[in-house]
């Protein structure tokens, strides 16, 4: 059964400090795998990645693929209380057009 | 702001009963997926719809049905509610089935009592 597994389930830092957020996944024949950042109720996207070890950047957060290893990590930088959210891995599977989904991070930056 | 708007906003119903829930996806958006999202747990494939035909289904009962129409609005129905239906449904809008790339829709938080 095609699973994606975060960890950890919930974090919480100092503003700040830099926090890497982890997801593996299983998953037949593998498409893309997308970062999403939910705050209050809609998911909005952040990076997707294809191809192994080309790392994503978009200011202070970058993300980076192993597909051998199967496994992405989430970096935010200098973390501020606007980054504290449930950040959300998922895959996308070239068998169906599903996107799995795992259960989240939540992130919570302390003053 | 995605563009998909979803309605209501809040619902309460109580066990037994029926809802529709509706979703405005982006025009152009031929594609429609729906979610589900308990509390502390990431969202649940519902099904997804392509040019008005169901494309996929996860692993959900029959009592979850949905439409799509020609305006790119969809519903989600479920029958017989259950305590367990509880939680926040999203839907997805995407173009040509390309969900890597769907825009996600507020949610309706519903509450089933």
């Known amino acids: 059964e095609d699973k994606v597994v975060q960890s950890p389930l919930s974090l919480v830092v100092h503003e700040g400090d830099t926090v890497t957020l982890n997801c593996s996944y299983e998953?037949?024949?593998?498409?893309?795998l997308l970062w999403y950042k939910q705050e209050k109720k809609a998911p909005t996207f952040l990076f997707m990645l294809t191809s192994s070890g080309i790392e994503k950047k978009s200011g202070r957060l970058s993300s980076i693929l192993d597909k051998k290893e199967l496994f992405s990590i989430l970096n935010i930088t200098a973390t501020q209380t606007g980054d504290s959210a449930v950040y959300l891995c998922?895959?996308?599977?070239?068998?169906?057009?599903?996107?799995?989904f795992g259960k989240g991070t939540r992130l919570h930056i302390l003053p | 702001e995605t563009g998909v708007t979803q309605s209501p906003t809040h619902l309460i119903k109580t066990r037994g009963q029926q809802v529709t829930l509706r979703c405005s996806s982006q025009s152009g958006h031929n594609t429609v997926s729906w979610y589900q999202q308990a509390l502390g747990q990431g969202p649940q494939f519902i099904f997804q719809y392509y040019r008005e035909e169901e494309n996929g289904r996860g692993n959900f009962p029959p009592r979850f049905s949905g439409l799509q129409f020609p305006n790119y609005s969809s519903e989600l129905n479920v029958n017989a509610l259950e305590l367990d239906d509880s939680a926040l449904y999203l839907c997805?809008?995407?173009?040509?089935?390309?969900?890597?790339?769907?825009?996600f829709g507020p949610g309706t938080r519903l509450t089933v009592l």
């Open positions: 998953v037949t024949n593998f498409r893309s």
């Open positions: 998922a895959v996308g599977s070239n068998r169906d057009d599903k996107i799995i």
């Open positions: 997805a809008s995407s173009f040509e089935r390309i969900t890597d790339t769907q825009y």
